[in-house]
T-cell receptor, first 115, second 112 residues
């Protein structure tokens, strides 16, 4: 079966711009979560969505937002980009952690560079 | 908030040596535990996971991990490593709050 698909793979943006990243989960998976990976901070949780509802949010400023569509696809948006937002953004999907399924599968990520 | 500690930042081994990576977490309640691996240039892959039951968990590629509740630990082991095990290894914990808390990662370099 197809894995978690993230687009685009690479992105270069200028400070102050905004960016939208996309994630298509594994077919049938209804939970989508997002993580930021940087050399200094490691892997940090951004937010999790299930059935178009955000169920948990990490400790990131309001410039980071996300949404989930009825087909479970998810997007995350970062507004007013800062140099420190340069990172690998990872998406993970799962059937439903609230039902005891914690089989998170990760995508290959979107590498965002802010210049 | 959950914190996850991985004891070693970088481990260098020769092929056929045994590997053990330490992981400790802070939460005292029920947790789900994971080890992920990230090979150079590749995405995170699940090695193994523990939800309940037998505290000795076997995963892919000959890896296993032992959950010791009294020590809040979930250490990863492999009896004999190969050059292809060169990668970064992450321990992760879930507290049933829809997120994974990751350790800082351990880079493992296996010399041929």
């Amino acid at each position: 079966k197809a894995g978690v698909t993230q687009t685009p793979r690479y992105l270069i943006k200028t400070r102050g711009q905004q960016v939208t990243l996309s994630c298509s989960p594994i077919s049938g998976h209804r939970s989508v979560s997002w993580y930021q990976q940087t050399p200094g901070q490691g892997l940090q949780f951004l937010f999790e969505y299930f059935s178009e509802t955000q169920r948990n949010k990490g400790n990131f400023p309001g410039r980071f937002s996300g949404r989930q569509f009825s087909n479970s696809r998810s997007e995350m948006n970062v507004s007013t980009l800062e140099l420190g937002d340069s990172a690998l953004y990872l998406c993970a999907s799962s059937l439903d952690p609230s039902q005891g399924d914690y089989g998170y599968t990760f995508g290959s990520g979107t590498r965002l560079t802010v210049v | 908030a959950q914190s996850v500690s991985q004891h070693n930042h970088h481990v260098i081994l020769s092929e056929a040596a045994s590997l053990e990576l330490g992981c400790n977490y802070s939460y005292g309640g029920t947790v789900n535990l994971f080890w992920y691996v990230q090979y150079p240039g590749q995405h995170l892959q699940l090695l193994l996971k523990y939800f309940s039951g037998d505290p000795l968990v076997k995963g892919i590629k000959g890896f296993e991990a032992e959950f010791i509740k009294s020590k809040f630990s979930f250490n990863l082991r492999k009896p004999s490593v190969q050059w292809s095990d060169t990668a970064e290894y992450f321990c992760a914990v879930n507290e049933d709050d829809y997120k994974l808390s990751f350790g800082a990662g351990t880079t493992v370099t296996v010399r041929a």
